[in-house]
């Protein structure tokens, strides 16, 4: 036992506190009679720093445990999508060998690429990609643009060509040609 631990041993069984037994003033105390030169004050302020660096240690362990469960659970769910990206892409590799023409899968891989290159942030957003995706897969025969500007005023009016390479604005006049 060191003697600073001796001293504590002795103050409580003289009936002080523990609280008084790990005072700063003990080992003032010590250095005082023993003529130590500030040894056991230095080595008790020592002992007090390396509970608190034990106590940030386990702190630290526990915050790197919790990075660490973070990170297999990230792991997972990462290999949960890739799961279920490489099905959906052999499905969708399936379904375009399963195309009876070559018409017919060129429009199945302009859908795809439509489909992966579109972002969609607002309602308005869906509207216009269910709409360009109903355009691709009819081959062009559906084309609800008036709808849509009616629900968003910046979408541009259709442009038709007669057949002889003038532009007809007018979707009323392009309207009583097809007639």
Request: proline letters at 2%.
């Amino acid at each position: 036992m060191t003697g600073i631990e001796l001293l504590k041993q002795e103050m409580l069984a003289k009936g002080c506190t523990k609280a008084q037994c790990e005072s700063k003033a003990v080992g003032v105390i010590l250095d005082i009679v023993a003529n130590a030169g500030g040894k056991y004050s230095d080595q008790q302020q020592m002992l007090k720093d390396i509970q608190e660096l034990e106590s940030r240690r386990y702190a630290m362990q526990r915050a790197l445990d919790m990075i660490k469960y973070e990170k297999q659970r990230i792991m997972t769910e990462l290999n949960r999508e890739r799961e279920e990206l490489q099905s959906y892409t052999d499905r969708f590799y399936k379904a375009l060998e399963q195309c009876e023409t070559p018409e017919q899968r060129d429009v199945m891989r302009t859908a795809q690429m439509f489909v992966n290159s579109v972002t969609v942030d607002t309602k308005y957003d869906n509207t216009a990609y269910i709409i360009g995706l109903a355009a691709i897969l009819s081959g062009g025969n559906i084309g609800p643009m008036d709808e849509l500007r009616k629900i968003n005023k910046k979408v541009p009016a259709p442009r038709l060509w007669n057949g002889f390479n003038h532009e007809i604005i007018d979707t009323e006049a392009a309207n009583a040609l097809c007639v």
